[in-house]
């Protein structure tokens, strides 16, 4: 049995299908990313995952018992979600601590062993505006960590970073993710931070859209590994499935 097991997920707006037949397992500590074009339906998977969205059909599993319909397991980074700019950074990160009724001082207090681990030590008492784009983006991931759900749920992630960044950034979670024994489910419409970040590819295509192809990276180290041959065979091999997804519908 995996940690969380999707069967057959369905959803329509108003009579137009907008995903069907959405089938995954994900097993606690691994890291599955979603890869799929604007408009395929991978946000509105994720808002029927995270409970805000009720499917036409389908199952949605954690430990084997159906949670379909509720809300509060899940770590969810929403696509551009944002930090609030009045705000300071460790009011900002404690958020859903303060949420769940937990007093200020006390969200403070429980959030502030993590800034040094998640490289904004010193931070505390800065607003937004005076963090770089990677810092920020580090806030935003302790923020939805300390949802403390059983996974993340992270909406393009690193879509709103520059190319170095986004390395540096993509680095940094994979070391994270094996540090807090995080289980993640990420969306990107970009195969290179696919390939360096995930234990499997699911690629999302078509109208409605549907899962296409499966595909685990096989990469002997992700470090630096953009140069490598193994590297760009694979982003091939997954550029040609896009296409081939393509002409067959
Ligand atoms: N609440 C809604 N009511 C009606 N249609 C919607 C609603 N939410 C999304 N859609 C439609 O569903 C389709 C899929 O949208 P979704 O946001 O899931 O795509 P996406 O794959 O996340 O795209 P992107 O990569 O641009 O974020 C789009 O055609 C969108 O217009
Ligand atoms: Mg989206």
């Known amino acids: 049995m995996s940690l969380l097991e999707i069967r057959d997920l369905g959803k329509s707006f108003e009579g137009r299908p907008i995903i069907r037949d959405i089938s995954l397992d994900l097993e606690e500590g691994e890291t599955l990313a979603l890869l799929g074009d604007s408009g395929v339906g991978k946000s509105t998977l994720f808002n029927v995952i995270a409970g805000f969205l009720r499917p036409d059909r389908g199952d949605i599993l954690l ?3 159906s949670i379909l319909g509720q809300t509060g397991h899940f770590s969810y980074m929403l ?3 944002l930090l609030l700019p009045h ?12 949420i769940r009724g937990i007093a200020k001082k006390e969200a403070r207090e429980k959030a502030n062993p993590y800034f040094r681990e998640f490289g904004l030590e010193g931070t505390q008492t800065f607003y937004p505006a005076q963090l770089s784009g990677g810092m920020r983006q580090r806030a935003a991931f302790l923020r939805t960590y300390l949802a403390e759900g059983r996974i993340m749920l992270l909406d393009e992630p690193f879509s709103a970073l520059d190319g170095v960044t986004k390395k540096d950034l993509i680095t940094w979670y994979r070391e994270a993710k094996d540090h807090f024994h995080l289980t993640t489910l990420f969306i990107t419409h970009d195969i290179e931070e696919a390939l360096l970040l995930a234990d ?4 999302l295509q078509g109208k409605p859209g549907t899962i296409s192809r499966r595909f685990r990276p096989n990469l002997v180290k992700k470090e630096g590994m953009e140069l490598e041959e193994d ?5 091939t091999e997954i550029i040609t499935c896009f296409q081939e997804g393509y002409s067959v519908k």
């Open 79 to 81: 696509q551009k979600d």
């Open 63 to 65: 430990d084997g018992r």
């Open 231 to 235: 590297f760009f065979r694979q982003k």
């Open 87 to 98: 705000m300071k950074i460790v009011d900002n990160v404690s958020l859903p601590l303060r």
């Open 200 to 203: 499997e590819i699911l690629l």
